[in-house]
């Protein structure tokens, strides 16, 4: 995730990475601090909507409607070829700041264009630590130590943009305990129910 991040392999596209660490690993008797059930669900919800038989690690989602795994990077790489060749939603993050009184409040603005899909779609915002290094005692990794980028901490469901209609709204939201304002990725989306097709997505970095 950190090499697609980095490299940017598809010409005139932005690849916007999410990390979602489930915890269904943390019996190994290590317990992945950046894991949660919420994400784990949101996985499992992923291989019903797909048809897959059963969830596993690592694996890629693109565009919430294909799945790989990490050991075919030709398959990688012409699957993001054609989701960039799809046509999104322009989504927009304006005013992003964290609250100097409270550095515990987020705030932005977010902006869609118009949805030109048929169906109605759901407005997502999501807090990320920009990069983790983490020192993994037991389990399969036991003894690594292990580099994530942009790993998810906190998914808010912000509202639904309508077909045929534009969103602009301004947001708010509490941060959680131990997330600064230095290592933060904020990225809105806007996907179908399901979950389903990611029709666009924008992305905000905090200065480091």
Do not use: C
């Amino acid at each position: 995730m950190q090499r697609l991040d980095q490299l940017q392999p598809v010409a005139n596209a932005q690849l916007i990475v999410l990390s979602e660490h489930v915890d269904y690993w943390d019996h190994d008797g290590w317990k992945d601090p950046n894991s949660s059930s919420a994400l784990t669900d949101r996985q499992t919800s992923y291989e019903r909507a797909l048809g897959l038989s059963t969830p596993f690690t690592p694996q890629i989602i693109v565009d919430g409607t294909r799945e790989m795994r990490l050991a075919d990077p030709e398959q990688i790489e012409k699957a993001l070829e054609q989701a960039a060749s799809a046509p999104k939603i322009v989504v927009r993050l304006e005013g992003v700041s964290v609250d100097p009184a409270d550095p515990t409040l987020l705030r932005a603005h977010l902006v869609a264009e118009a949805n030109t899909d048929k169906h109605n779609a759901d407005v997502y915002l999501a807090v990320a630590l920009d990069h983790v290094d983490s020192q993994v005692l037991r389990g399969e990794n036991g003894g690594r130590h292990m580099t994530h980028t942009a790993v998810v901490k906190q998914l808010v469901k912000i509202g639904k943009l309508d077909r045929g209609q534009e969103f602009a709204r301004d947001v708010q939201v509490k941060l959680n305990p131990g997330i600064g304002p230095d290592n933060l990725r904020i990225i809105a989306f806007i996907q179908l129910p399901g979950p389903g097709k990611l029709l666009g997505a924008a992305l905000w970095k905090s200065a480091i």
